[in-house]
């Protein structure tokens, strides 16, 4: 039998550690080599054994001879197959060939709810907006995962000033502050945040992406406010967001006219097209933030 883990890299390994402890298998992950595999995988005297095999730097090669013993393999072998991220071609062998487990990676609402039965699961009690923060936190499930375990060892109430005292990760890069700085017609201010982030380290790419797709919702939460009235939960289920996010961007979509909307989406259209043409993207990013001001 040959059980696969793809997804998250960190899920899927937690998945594939739970299968072995309750097949009775030492977790020892194996190399994608063939007869290491072959060996681990067909027993002894005391009956059948089994593998945990680790593909993530599985070459093509490599793996072209390794699906042959698999293939090969008797049915009462037991091989668990860790590839967080399989090749298009590799996924469908396992689909095929393979009881095969996906862990995707939580995303938005998703994120934070998985954040939240995590803190349940290791007796963590702290408010909602502290499973609010670290699910929008851009950071992968194993460094939240870590935060938590260094949040389990703290004595007394969990507050979310203490947990953003304590987390050593980098807060999410926010376009609502630079955005509401520079619409509200506070230009140093916008440019002050806006050198913050680069001076820490954020790529200006990265902040032009931020920027991009919040005008780019903004745009679909404005044009819909035409021609229908949106709550908040309208507002969420349209862009697929979490509630926190999609309530700041529908305040912003309500307040924000047409005029300056349009000029944004141009200014950032130019700035993409500047940063792909080899121009300055931090002078792109400066006139974008002009384009908002009144």
Same mark, same amino acid.
């Given at each position: 039998?040959?059980?696969?883990?793809?997804?998250?890299?960190? $899920?899927?390994?937690?998945? %594939?550690?739970? #299968? +072995?402890?309750?097949?009775? !298998? /030492?977790?020892?992950? @194996?190399?994608?080599? &063939?007869?290491?595999?072959?060996?681990?995988?067909?027993?002894?005297?005391?009956?059948?054994?089994?593998?945990?095999?680790?593909?993530?730097?599985?070459?093509?090669?490599?793996?072209?001879?390794?699906?042959?013993?698999?293939?090969?393999?008797?049915?009462?072998?037991?091989?668990?197959?860790?590839?967080?991220?399989?090749?298009?071609?590799?996924?469908?062998?396992?689909?095929?060939?393979?009881?095969?487990?996906?862990?995707?990676?939580?995303?938005?609402?998703?994120?934070?709810?998985?954040?939240?039965?995590?803190?349940?699961?290791?007796?963590?009690?702290?408010?909602?907006?502290?499973?609010?923060? $670290?699910?929008?936190?851009? %950071?992968?499930? #194993? +460094?939240?995962?870590?935060? !938590? /375990?260094?949040?389990? @060892?703290?004595?007394? &109430?969990?507050?979310?000033?203490?947990?953003?005292?304590?987390?050593?990760?980098?807060?999410?890069?926010?376009?609502?502050?630079?955005?509401?700085?520079?619409?509200?017609?506070?230009?140093?201010?916008?440019?002050?945040?806006?050198?913050?982030?680069?001076?820490?380290?954020?790529?200006?790419?990265?902040?032009?992406?931020?920027?991009?797709?919040?005008?780019?919702?903004?745009?679909?939460?404005?044009?819909?406010?035409?021609?229908?009235?949106?709550?908040?939960?309208?507002?969420?289920?349209?862009?697929?967001?979490?509630?926190?996010?999609?309530?700041?961007?529908?305040?912003?979509?309500?307040?924000?006219?047409?005029?300056?909307?349009?000029?944004?989406?141009?200014?950032?259209?130019?700035? /993409?097209?500047?940063?792909?043409?080899?121009?300055?993207?931090?002078?792109?990013?400066?006139?974008?933030?002009?384009?908002?001001?009144?």
């Amino acid at each position: 039998m040959i059980v696969s883990f793809t997804g998250d890299p960190f $899920l899927a390994r937690r998945a %594939a550690r739970a #299968e +072995a402890e309750l097949r009775g !298998l /030492e977790w020892r992950l @194996l190399p994608p080599e &063939p007869m290491a595999v072959q060996q681990a995988a067909g027993g002894g005297l005391f009956g059948p054994g089994g593998a945990i095999v680790d593909l993530r730097e599985a070459g093509e090669a490599e793996w072209k001879e390794l699906r042959g013993v698999l293939e090969a393999l008797p049915q009462e072998s037991v091989v668990l197959l860790y590839d967080p991220k399989p090749t298009a071609a590799r996924s469908r062998w396992l689909g095929k060939h393979t009881e095969k487990r996906d862990h995707p990676t939580p995303r938005y609402r998703e994120k934070v709810r998985w954040v939240t039965n995590e803190m349940k699961r290791m007796g963590l009690k702290a408010p909602a907006a502290v499973a609010h923060y $670290l699910g929008e936190l851009e %950071a992968d499930l #194993e +460094a939240i995962h870590a935060e !938590l /375990e260094k949040l389990a @060892l703290l004595d007394g &109430p969990l507050t979310l000033e203490r947990v953003k005292a304590v987390v050593a990760l980098d807060p999410p890069l926010s376009s609502f502050d630079l955005v509401d700085a520079a619409a509200a017609g506070r230009f140093e201010r916008a440019m002050k945040l806006l050198r913050g982030l680069l001076d820490r380290g954020e790529e200006p790419l990265r902040i032009l992406g931020a920027l991009s797709k919040h005008f780019t919702r903004t745009a679909v939460l404005w044009a819909e406010l035409q021609r229908r009235h949106l709550t908040e939960k309208d507002a969420a289920a349209l862009l697929k967001l979490h509630p926190f996010a999609a309530k700041k961007l529908l305040a912003f979509a309500r307040r924000i006219d047409e005029a300056r909307l349009l000029r944004a989406l141009d200014a950032l259209a130019e700035a /993409e097209k500047a940063a792909k043409t080899g121009r300055d993207p931090v002078l792109a990013l400066e006139r974008v933030l002009m384009a908002l001001r009144g």
